[in-house]
């Protein structure tokens, strides 16, 4: 009788996990086809004149969520690459009397806000309308991206609570050297390449000579970069720009006074303006959402985040998944409608395997006889210059870095910080280097010297391929590799980078591949692969779990984050730079 009662109880519970099960799965698919519902939205009718606003306080992603758990949000900001199409469209769409961009601390990297400057200064020229930048303040980092932007404009209006702390340009790099030694922690770092200066953060209290060096060439190549534009909508030099900014901060009285700003916004708000509407920019988006039907389709691929390796299982989701990565490129060439591919990359490297698996596929396209533009956005360096050198053309912002030709490897040895805990290790192995691998030992000289060998045998992987890429000899590749960062401004000069300019002269760049008009209409299209259900699920399941084993990894801190990545491999990755 017993065991009728725990078998009924059982087959109860079974069958509750089976419609658990189900309900589960019926609640993914649901939330994946909300997802697509809202993620295109339902579209309003647009007034018959209006202003378009542009928040840009929050930043600007250079691509949206991939889980539809994440993706179920009614007010998705949009990409960096669909605004600036959006802009490029209200150029010529007469009901659009004007463009308001309204700045924050949240807003943006030298590059992203050199594109948007340049597509609402395209916006001004073509359609004769005004532009109004809005700023609480300009102050910190962010300030240089926002005040960049706000030079774009026709007025730039500032709170009369705010203050102008446009204070120029630092490049600060961690050094952690002394305290790794002072807890017991040997850092063994071998590299190739003078100026390639990540392991410095591990190994020095300070810069060497060629990373001083190369950290004053990029801060100076950078500042020009940012002064011009001021010092073109002001009508000064950039001397003359750059002596104002050496007196800052200043109040908003002052700021007005120096031709900094052009209105103060009262402490009570702007006035509303009768008869005048305003439309946010992802219902003006929803609205004009649509290509001709003439359009020539080309493949967008947005390569961002460290490059993983090969082997990682499943990723991040902020980073790069080879794999994932090489079948969107896969996918794009094999298909016929896609006539060419633009890929993205914002990326400061990673791993040599998970490079060289990417740079792979991307060089099947000239095989395909499929033109792939690479457009570089804050960051393409080493492992990001690696995956983006065999590309036909190689598009790069002035205030872009990249270069960083060089590989390191690298190994954190624990075994001082055991002695001062008082914890001792006991190994029995066999083979002469089992132990290579050991965080309580350092390497030999033997070992030392046999890793060095292999990340030797890496850097001439990495100049032959560059070569290959570039038309360019070893040699040519050696004089300016190195591991030394260069500015997109400084690459066009070295021959590492095309010509300068962002996502628009990209599409410049395509329709000349192609062969069609100036102005002849393109729809750039998703080249990821449709999922599988499987495919579908996993990701929904992964991305619901924030204490997935992989997601784990980045509540670390961000030094020890820094060195669960570092352990024990090969990298082409780009010192740890922080534009304040």
Known sequence: ???????????????????????????????????????????????????????????IPDKQNESPFESLQFNQTPTLVNTLLAID????????????????????????????HNALMRYRKISFMPVTAIADSFDGAPGLGSYDIATAANKIEMSAAGDFSVTGLSLETPFAGALLTQIGVSAQFPKMGAYKSYPETFTRTGPSDANSLMLNSLADSLYTSFLAPVAERMKQTPAQISALIDAAPYTPADAKAKGLID?????????????????KLADYIKAEDHAPVDATKIGLIIASGDIEAPSANGGSGDNIEPAKLAAELAHAIKDKSIKAIILRVDSPGGTVTGSAVIGAELAKAADAHKPVIVSMGGLAASGGYWISSHGAKIVADPATLTGSIGVFAGKFSYGGLLQKLNVSLDAVSRGANAGLDDPATTWTPAQMAAVQTMIEGNYQQFVGWVAAGRHMTPAQIEAIAQG????????????????????????????????????APIDLVNAEPEPSLHEILAKALSKANPLSNVRAAALLPAP????????NQQRLEMLPIEIR
């Open 1 to 59: 009788m017993l065991a009728r009662i725990f078998g009924f109880i059982w087959m109860i519970f079974r069958f509750g996990l089976i419609g658990i099960g189900v309900i589960t799965l019926a609640f993914i698919l649901l939330v994946a086809g909300l997802a697509e519902h809202f993620k295109h939205g339902e579209i309003h009718k647009m007034p018959d004149h209006y202003v378009l606003n542009i928040n840009l306080t929050q930043g």
């Open 89 to 116: 469209n209200a150029a010529h769409n007469p009901q659009v009397e004007g463009v308001q961009v309204k700045l924050g601390g949240g807003c943006c990297s030298l590059t992203t806000a050199e594109e948007l």
């Open 263 to 279: 209105e103060i916004i009262p402490l009570t708000g702007l006035p509303e303006q009768a008869g005048i509407k305003h439309v």
């Open 484 to 519: 030394r960062v260069w500015t997109g401004a400084q690459a066009v000069q070295n021959g590492l980078v095309d010509q300068l300019g962002g996502y628009n002269t990209s599409f410049a760049v395509v329709r000349q591949a192609l062969g069609l008009k100036p102005n």
């Open 560 to 567: 020890l984050q820094m060195l669960m990545k570092l352990q």
